[in-house]
């Protein structure tokens, strides 16, 4: 899920940790067909999904890298089987992507600074 064209390029505001993080690492295959429309939908959907926190994501030519955040382990496995998601998640390995990894994390501690 990339951000939204147009919004603010920002770490995403977090509540204190302990929470998860599943990170999705992938590299594009360069058939774009439908990708933008469901990449919006999946951004929309995920933060209507109970135990979302917040997404963090930064793209450069076909690669990218999409952390997003979540109370428990729980709200991901909902969002993994939601229904639409899978949806995505099949068309991503049929077309949209030559590779990817899902990592799912505990985030325990975070350091920020900001000017």
């Known amino acids: 899920m990339s951000p939204v064209p147009g919004e603010a390029a920002s770490c995403a505001a ?3 940790p302990p929470y998860y993080a599943v990170i999705f690492t992938s590299v594009r295959s360069g058939d774009d067909r439908g990708y933008g429309e469901m990449d919006r939908r999946m951004l929309e959907l995920a933060r209507a999904q109970p135990g979302f926190l917040g997404i963090d994501s ?3 030519d076909r690669a990218g ?3 997003s955040y979540w109370r428990d382990l729980a709200s991901i ?3 993994k ?10 068309l991503g390995a049929e077309r949209w992507y030559e590779h990817y990894e899902a990592r799912i994390a505990r985030v325990e501690r975070v350091y ?3 000017k």
């Open 65 to 67: 890298i999409t952390v």
């Open 14 to 16: 977090l509540p204190e």
């Open 81 to 90: 089987a939601h229904s639409e998601h899978a949806i995505a998640q099949r």
């Open 112 to 114: 920020s600074m900001g």
């Open 58 to 60: 930064v793209h450069q």
């Open 77 to 79: 496995a909902a969002w």
